[in-house]
Nanobody, 115 residues
Framework: QVHIVESGGGLVQPGGSLRLSCLASGSIFELYAMEWYRQAPGKQRELVSAITTSGSTSYAASVKGRFTISTDNAKNTVYLQMNSLDLEDTAVYYC?????????WGQGTQVTVSS
C-alpha cells in the first residue's frame, strides 16, 4: 500500500516563502515522475511543476523563476520551494507520483497567501 503525504503548507504574506514536502511510503515500482499540482477555489486543478527520475524539470509559466522542484529519489521524497509568493498562489497543493502502471495522489496541503 502506497501512501503520499504532503506537508509544509500554511499562511504566508505576499513575497514570502514556503517549502512543501511530499513523502511516499510503501513500494513504488517503475516511478518516472513526481509532480506538484494545485487547485484554487472555483478553479481546475493545474500542474505546477514536475520532475522526472532522471532529473528533468518543468514549471508552469506562472511559477517559473519563483518555484523550484527537487527530489530525493532514495527517500521517495519530492520538495517544492516556493519564493516570492503572491495572492494568486493560494491553493491546495497536491503531490502526485506517476509510475509506468499507475499513479498516486496525496491529500493536499493548503497554502494561503494573505496580508
Amino acid at each position: 500500500q502506497v501512501h503520499i503525504v504532503e506537508s509544509g503548507g500554511g499562511l504566508v504574506q505576499p513575497g514570502g516563502s514556503l517549502r512543501l514536502s511530499c513523502l511516499a511510503s510503501g513500494s513504488i515500482f517503475e516511478l518516472y515522475a513526481m509532480e506538484w499540482y494545485r487547485q484554487a477555489p472555483g478553479k481546475q486543478r493545474e500542474l505546477v511543476s514536475a520532475i522526472t527520475t532522471s532529473g528533468s524539470t518543468s514549471y508552469a509559466a506562472s511559477v517559473k523563476g519563483r518555484f523550484t522542484i527537487s527530489t530525493d529519489n532514495a527517500k521517495n521524497t519530492v520538495y517544492l520551494q516556493m519564493n516570492s509568493l503572491d495572492l494568486e498562489d493560494t491553493a491546495v497543493y497536491y503531490c502526485h507520483f506517476r509510475t509506468r502502471w499507475t499513479d498516486y495522489w496525496g491529500q493536499g496541503t493548503q497554502v494561503t497567501v494573505s496580508s
